[in-house]
């Protein structure tokens, strides 16, 4: 990754000139990069509406949405069910326990009938009650941990809905003109992902609920129909493989990333409690900024940022990118319909925010 960022869009421009974004895109709001002014934190704290904003006005985007909703649903409707089938085997056990103890002396019938009565009422109960247990917790845990699956699903689908984005802002998409290796059209490769997808998660589904040797065969089989899919047709196996190489040279990028975000939480959660109230009001400000490195993975690594170009962006506007992160992490906080909100919103307003604020010193080597 050796890009050097255009001042304006942010892709590899090692000329005076930026052939993506010629300086002049016709995006709202986006004629003029601004660094370290009050203008600037204010972009920061507007970015998430403004992402808001874009997706339901701009057509064509709020579609890609709909297939991370659905496989996410489908992610925990599977846990759910994985759950309540070890539910059930616990109650099943828990019976035949029941039924070894039941009296079988003839002379004892009537405390036999009394007993089973008794153990009848006792095994709905039991299942009545282990039902509403899974519900009850699984939906508490969904509240929470369904935006962290939502979010990483997401996460191709929200890198197309930036392209469509920056293909009207700058005329094209600057991503797949530099890096795209085939010509067939973004939606025909979703069109073939989604159809292989649907056997892939069939098998999953049958791997979950399955176990013993036929569970790993299933496991094995699982990617077999991207496999067809790419023998069928040439060009989206190329188209499989660029992605496949793009996602991994990213990946550890993205996780220092992360993981320098959780250390700076980490390094700074004491100071909600030795200095109240100042320090809740820091820590949070903190919270903020680390959010904000998580949420710019994907416009970063759109435009192919070192690790080195991340820090020096994320810290050189650490106002606006603080605001940014503690806007984004309020609307977060909203159970489910925070992250279905928040995440492609801010996501979108993330792609914004780094093209309104100024690169240049990115540029300096």
């Given at each position: 990754m050796n890009a050097v960022p255009c001042a304006l869009c942010g892709y590899d421009a090692p000329g005076e000139d930026c052939p993506h974004c010629g300086h002049a895109p016709v995006g709202r709001g986006l004629g003029?990069?601004?660094?370290?002014?009050?203008?600037?934190?204010?972009?920061?704290?507007?970015?998430?509406?403004?992402?808001?904003?874009?997706?339901?006005?701009?057509?064509?985007?709020?579609?890609?949405?709909?297939?991370?909703?659905?496989?996410?649903?489908?992610?925990?409707?599977?846990?759910?069910?994985?759950?309540?089938?070890?539910?059930?085997?616990?109650?099943?056990?828990?019976?035949?326990?029941?039924?070894?103890?039941?009296?079988?002396?003839?002379?004892?019938?009537?405390?036999?009938?009394?007993?089973?009565?008794?153990?009848?009422?006792?095994?709905?109960?039991a299942r009545t009650v282990g039902f509403v247990a899974v519900v009850v917790t699984s939906s508490l845990v969904a509240l929470y941990t369904f935006s962290v699956a939502y979010e990483a699903i997401a996460g191709p689908f929200l890198d197309e809905i930036q392209g469509k984005l920056e293909e009207g802002w700058f005329g094209h998409n600057p991503r797949n003109r530099i890096q795209r290796p085939t010509e067939l059209p973004v939606e025909r490769c979703v069109k073939l992902t989604v159809f292989a997808g649907i056997p892939t998660v069939i098998l999953g589904f049958a791997w979950l609920l399955t176990s013993g040797p036929i569970a790993w065969v299933l496991l094995a089989l699982a990617p077999g129909s991207f496999v067809v899919a790419a023998v069928r047709e040439r060009e989206y196996g190329v188209w499989l493989r660029w992605v496949a190489k793009v996602e991994s040279a990213t990946l550890w990028v993205s996780i220092k990333a992360s993981l320098l975000a959780l250390l700076i939480l980490a390094l700074f959660f004491?100071?909600?409690?030795?200095?109240?109230?100042?320090?809740?009001?820091?820590?949070?400000?903190?919270?903020?900024?680390?959010?904000?490195?998580?949420?710019?993975?994907?416009?970063?690594?759109?435009?192919?940022?070192?690790?080195?170009?991340?820090?020096?962006?994320?810290?050189?506007?650490?106002?606006?990118?603080?605001?940014?992160?503690?806007?984004?992490?309020?609307?977060?906080?909203?159970?489910?319909?925070?992250?279905?909100?928040?995440?492609?919103?801010?996501?979108?307003?993330?792609?914004?925010?780094?093209?309104?604020?100024?690169?240049?010193?990115?540029?300096?080597?």
């Open positions: 003029r990069a601004y660094s370290r002014n009050v203008r600037a934190v204010l972009d920061g704290a507007l970015a998430v509406p403004r992402g808001f904003g874009l997706l339901m006005t701009t057509r064509g985007i709020k579609r890609w949405l709909i297939p991370p909703v659905v496989l996410t649903s489908l992610v925990f409707l599977a846990l759910f069910i994985v759950i309540m089938g070890w539910v059930d085997g616990v109650v099943e056990h828990w019976i035949e326990a029941s039924k070894q103890e039941l009296p079988t002396d003839a002379g004892w019938w009537a405390d036999s009938l009394i007993t089973l009565l008794e153990w009848g009422g006792t095994t709905f109960t004491p100071l909600k409690f030795f200095f109240p109230p100042f320090g809740v009001i820091l820590f949070f400000a903190i919270a903020g900024f680390s959010t904000a490195i998580t949420l710019l993975d994907i416009p970063f690594s759109r435009r192919l940022w070192s690790f080195r170009d991340r820090l020096r962006f994320v810290f050189g506007n650490a106002l606006p990118m603080t605001a940014f992160g503690l806007v984004s992490s309020l609307v977060f906080l909203i159970p489910v319909i925070g992250p279905i909100v928040m995440v492609p919103a801010a996501s979108i307003g993330g792609l914004w925010l780094v093209c309104r604020l100024d690169k240049s010193g990115l540029r300096a080597r």
